[in-house]
């Protein structure tokens, strides 16, 4: 289900806690498992439940609660921006109405090339840098003015 | 290489470029010399504890609990493991800080954890960094990778009786995972949710087992306090409120970041390290502590000192340090109707006041800001703030609660005036465009949207 790259690099995650509390590895195994395949099928669920000794449906659980597991496909670029307040104050509604505009889709759509998803994000912790965008969850990009976010599509675009 | 700007006062900051953050680099600014001295001249955990509660350092994640204190809550005679967990959950919206001091300055995080470690005699410690600064989390997974091979951690340590093992563990986008008890469910793999204290984590933490959980900046400072000892620490603030603290200063102000500076430090000096109001616009109010805590009206603001003792007595919380600056052209409304969503959005679901009321708060302040009010909203809003704070597990009801309360306390007249003419009292023509975008929501919050309808 998940290469063997992948089960080595949680194979090292589940080395971090005592032998018998497997379950705190499943973390770091949807976030692994979401890495490779993009989005988080049942089947792959199901299959961490099986490695970490789980039940089904306390994977689920964690799945469903924290914001940054995709439980459906996204674009090929899954573009999440913080609108919360401070941000906000800061410019990040500006960034918000040009990727909408550049893209053509409002947040939560994803274009019809399925190149990018649009996602409106809560706080990242990087407040004083907005507007800060993060791209498929691991790589963030602060001080996103209007030229800026131009040259990161662009860029993606171009993969 | 310019030297990175936190102010003139800066400790934990101080001779950072942004590119010195390894351990070669840290051992040259005396890291790691702290932890030699405890070690070589075998100090007594106790008085680890001692010099610790001595500088009044308090936790920096928002609580501002007394470190020391806290630490001597860990019982002595535990047969069995004990844990030290780093919180770096850092998710509470204007809060930056300990970003900056793990992609600059890691080290000092990971040798204030041994030294957490071995005056609460624990044997391993986790560090909780949520997974939205992924980069720093693999960041500090390479330096506790170089403190490992250089013996600082581990078996042994630097060949004394001390053993420690540290790691990381992800968070992944839930800002209740920040309170402590959360944190713990989220470490052994399940939903963060609180849990019922007491007992508390002290003597039923992690897997059950006695577990003192602190702030990044908490655990950072304690390798100065004991180069430099208590007294130095606490000379740097004021009495009750020792050592310099790092706020991190958004909104409207000309360069938003991070400034350490002493505790006691008036709010108009730090106001000044951050370049001002911007655009030469009037200050109207600053959320002191993180969004979770009272606004203040400027008048209020500016005669107030930034320490813990003299924000509590001007009516609001220092919290975690997240002064959020409006000025004249911000809509009050419009500005907690976007908090009063993160609360929303952010309860974890298990207390109904807080399930229910922070659904109920979005939904009136929601109605109120587009021209849909009604004038016994404000009383509603009130009595569902009273109804949810101090009635839930944790204090995010009462984080969801106290920015509704003040906002209405101190600008009431700008709810009346949306309420009575359907619209902003801040003119349009000078408010910048901001507040939550307009967009089809998320599907677990469709039926909550409906109902506001």
């Known amino acids: 289900m ?80 913080c609108t919360n307040l401070p941000c906000g104050l800061q410019g990040a509604l500006d960034a918000a109405d040009h990727l909408r505009q550049r893209l053509r889709i409002n947040f939560n759509e994803t274009t019809p090339d399925g190149h990018f998803t649009l996602k409106e994000g809560e706080c990242f912790g990087a407040c004083a840098m907005a507007p800060v965008l993060l791209v498929n969850n691991k790589k963030m990009h602060d001080y996103m003015s209007n030229e800026k976010l131009d040259r990161l599509l662009d860029e993606l675009g171009r993969q | 290489m310019t030297l990175l700007d936190y102010g ?61 204190l806290k630490w001597s809550f860990m019982p002595r005679q535990f047969a069995g493991p004990k844990y030290v967990v780093c919180n770096s959950d850092e998710g509470e919206p204007g809060t930056c800080k300990d970003r900056d001091l793990l992609r600059y300055n890691p080290h000092a995080v990971i040798e204030g954890m041994l030294i957490a470690g071995y005056a609460m005699s624990a044997s391993a410690g986790y ?24 013996g600082y951690v581990g ?37 963060g949710m609180p849990r019922f204290k007491p007992p508390f984590p002290a003597s039923y933490g992690l897997y059950g087992k006695p577990t003192t959980i602190n702030n990044t900046e908490t655990f950072a400072a304690v390798p100065w306090i004991m180069r430099h000892g208590a007294d130095a620490f ?46 030469g616009r009037k200050l109207k109010g600053v959320i002191p502590g993180g969004s979770s805590m009272p606004v203040l009206p400027a008048d209020i603001m500016m005669a107030t000192d930034m320490d813990y003792d003299s924000i509590a007595k001007a009516g609001s919380m220092l919290g975690s340090g997240a002064v959020i600056v409006m000025d004249d052209s911000t809509c009050m409304v419009r500005a907690l109707e976007r908090l009063s969503y993160f609360y929303f959005e952010e309860s974890c679901g298990q207390c109904t006041p807080c399930r229910e009321g922070t659904g109920w708060l979005y939904r009136v302040v929601h109605r109120i800001e587009n021209g849909f009010g009604r004038m016994e909203d404000l009383a ?31 600008f009431r007249a700008e709810f009346v005036h949306h309420i009575e003419h359907r619209g902003c009292l801040v003119h349009k023509d000078v408010e910048p465009k901001w507040g939550r975008v307009d967009a089809p929501h998320e599907p677990h919050l469709a039926n909550h949207m409906a109902e506001a309808a």
């Not at chain 2, 078996?155 to 713990?184: D, K, Q, R, V, W």
């Not at chain 2, 000379?235 to 505790?263: C, D, I, M, Q």
């Not at chain 2, 009130?382 to 704070?389: E, F, G, K, T």
């Open chain 1, 2 to 81: 998940l290469s063997a790259e992948s089960l080595k690099k949680l194979e090292r995650e589940i080395a971090k806690y005592p032998p018998e509390r497997k379950q705190s590895a499943v973390m770091s195994a949807l976030i692994i498992a979401q890495d490779e395949k993009g989005w988080l099928s049942s089947e792959v669920l199901d299959f961490v439940a099986r490695y970490l000794g789980m039940p089904s449906v306390a994977v689920y659980e964690v799945a469903s609660f924290y914001a940054m597991y995709n439980l459906e496909p996204t674009g090929t670029y899954k573009l999440t921006l």
């Open chain 2, 8 to 68: 003139p006062d800066a400790i934990l900051m101080q001779g950072l470029d942004g590119r010195n953050w390894r351990l070669k680099d840290y051992e040259a600014r005396d890291g790691y010399q702290a932890l030699k001295k405890i070690l070589t001249q075998r100090m007594k955990p106790e008085e680890v504890i001692a010099e610790v509660k001595k500088s009044a350092l308090r936790g920096r994640g928002g609580a501002g609990f007394p470190t020391g």
């Open chain 2, 127 to 150: 560090h909780y960094i949520h997974g939205e600064i992924w980069e720093i989390y693999e960041q500090f997974e390479e330096a506790l990778a170089e403190a490992h091979a250089a």
């Open chain 2, 155 to 191: 078996n042994h340590i630097l060949g004394s009786e001390f053993s420690f093992e540290m790691y990381a563990h992800p968070g992944y986008g839930a800002y209740i995972c920040g309170e402590e008890t959360a944190l713990l469910e989220s470490l052994e793999g399940k939903k």
């Open chain 2, 234 to 279: 606490l000379a740097l603030g004021k009495p009750n409120n020792g050592g310099t603290k790092l706020f991190s200063v958004t909104g409207h102000v000309k360069r938003p970041g991070n400034y350490e500076v002493r505790l006691g430090t008036p709010f108009a000096r730090l106001l000044e390290m951050a370049g001002g109001v911007r655009g």
């Open chain 2, 380 to 410: 509603l809003l009130d009595d569902v703030s009273d109804n949810i704070a101090g009635r839930t597990i944790c204090a995010l009801g009462d984080a969801a609660a106290l920015p509704v309360k003040s906002f209405i306390k101190h």
